[in-house]
Structures are given as structure tokens and as C-alpha cells.
């Protein structure tokens, strides 16, 4: 059984910067797209990143373009999301997710196994 598991969240300043990970387990980690999603109170959840199964293709929410980069790394079965220049708006809970298939995307419908989240909040 697939599980996912986040951490690096937190309380952070307005124009400060975090990397959240998630560790999988229980899968083939290479064989796997990774995304991250985040959900703020009162909102629906929305796409923030992904990364396809090579590592060499990715994709970004135009709100976090320039600011945040994910990343993969195969010997850890870990994936990253480092963001820098957070805004006060972004505070929400972050959570990885995995396609099973390898395919990176932006539809939270395309991920077939979802980790429980991580809090960031952002102060201004």
C-alpha cells in the first residue's frame, strides 16, 4: 500500500522561505508523477506543482511560477517543493499526491493516492 507522508510546514514571515517534503512508501517511487496541491480554509483545493516520473518535466500553478521548484529525489523516495517569496495568502494546508502512471498534470483527479497534508502559514 502506497502511503505518502509531508513535513517542512510551518509559520513563516511574509517574503520567507520553506521546503516541504513528502516520502513515499510501499510503491515504486521512480515509476511515479508527484504533485503538490494546497487547500486554504474556505477554499477549494488547487493545483501547485508536479513533476512527471523522469524529474525532467514539470509544471507550476502561474501564481507560484519563479518562486517555488519541485523536485525529486529516487534514493530518498522523497519529493520536494521549495517556495520562497511566500505571501500571506498562500498560508493553507499542503498536501503531496501521487499518479501512478508517471504523468504529470494539474487535475487533482489524475493522483491516485493523496498524503494527509501539511499546515504553512504565512504571516504578514
Known sequence: QVQLVESGGG???????????????????????????????????????????TGGYTLYADSVKGRFTISKDDSKNTVYVQMTSLKPEETAVYSCAANVQGIATMDEDDYDVWGQGTQVTVSS
Open 11 to 53: 509559520l513563516v514571515q511574509a517574503g520567507g522561505s520553506l521546503r516541504l517534503s513528502c516520502a513515499v512508501s510501499g510503491g515504486i517511487f521512480s515509476t511515479y508523477a508527484m504533485g503538490w496541491f494546497r487547500q486554504a480554509p474556505g477554499k477549494e483545493r488547487e493545483f501547485v506543482a508536479s513533476i512527471d516520473w
